[in-house]
């Protein structure tokens, strides 16, 4: 695929099941291949050379489409004569790989054999509240999650109301980026990357949040890039970060908030919304 960009963060996903895959006995992967099948191969050939040359594991990937379209191309081989030019043919051959015509979800999640499961979320589209909240299937388990999401939202119709909050007083990568972080503090994951980049003309970003020893002790993997704009100041004093916004001053909110004062009792008193309640929430969490 000539996307240089794009090559280069499947190339930093392949890096990181590598090093996630270290020493264990069984991994789950979930991936949505779309119609370049390059990590999927990857995971393959690993498994491959573990199995020939280095210490077995056993491997289930499940892999999920929701088009139609392209979930039905990706079964039928480009020719029947060589089929090895079609490379979800060689991927598919597997035993232990699944492909089904579905959007990736919690059951995705749940179908998982093993406890230590390596996901690229690889959405490209907008970020929804189901796609985001993927994070919660996290508990209980040994994990490395990637997202990728669109940051240039034609219709926001279906943008979580919290990160369109957050996208008012910052920007959309960072709101992104400071919604998953909330997350992950709560379940005690570590973002391992965050940035945004540029693919096929359109502005992304790409999060890694894991609670995998092999992954938090490899410092190579370890990049962000995301800033707040000038529409925020965060101002920290006595270990606090209260938020002065130029569009509202919301310190009063923040300070009922971190009070422990219910949400509606706040949202009333001060003629905010829950998006907004919520978005104060969150960074009350980022600035412990």
């Not at 970020?127 to 919660?136: E, H, I, S």
């Not at 669109?150 to 919290?162: A, G, I, L």
């Not at 020893?213 to 000038?230: C, G, H």
Request: glycine share 2%.
């Amino acid at each position: 695929m000539k996307n240089e960009v794009k090559n280069a963060i499947r190339h930093l996903v392949t890096k990181a099941y590598e090093v996630f895959a270290t020493n264990k006995s069984d991994v789950s992967v979930i991936s949505l291949p779309g119609s370049v099948w390059e990590f999927e191969t990857s995971v393959i050939n690993h498994k491959d050379y573990a199995d020939n040359f280095g210490k077995p594991y056993n491997l289930d990937m499940a892999l999920v489409e929701c088009d139609t379209k392209e979930y039905q191309n990706n079964l039928i081989p480009l020719s029947t004569l060589f089929p090895h030019n079609k490379v979800s043919a060689y991927v598919l051959s597997r035993d232990n790989v699944t492909y089904d015509n579905l959007y990736a979800n919690e059951g995705t999640v749940k179908k998982a054999k093993s406890n230590n499961i390596f996901a690229w979320f690889d959405f490209c589209g907008n970020p929804t509240t189901q796609n985001l909240n993927l994070v919660n299937t996290a508990i209980g388990k040994n994990v490395t999650y990637i997202f990728t999401f669109n940051t240039h939202w034609r219709c926001s119709t279906n943008v979580n109301e919290t990160v369109l909050k957050f996208a008012e007083y910052s920007n959309k990568p960072f709101a992104i980026h400071a919604y998953l972080k909330a997350l992950a503090d709560a379940l005690q994951l570590t973002v391992v990357w965050s940035f945004e980049y540029v693919s096929n003309q359109n502005p992304m970003i790409t999060v890694c949040l894991s609670n995998d020893a092999n992954i938090l002790a490899d410092s190579s993997l370890r990049y962000n890039n995301m800033k707040i704009d000038k529409k925020i100041n965060l101002v920290k004093s006595n270990k606090i970060t209260k938020i002065k916004t130029i569009k509202r001053d919301l310190s009063a909110v923040y300070t009922d908030v971190k009070a422990g004062i219910d949400k509606n009792t706040v949202c009333a008193k001060h003629n905010v919304t829950v998006g907004t309640f919520a978005a104060v929430k969150a960074w009350i969490t980022m600035g412990k």
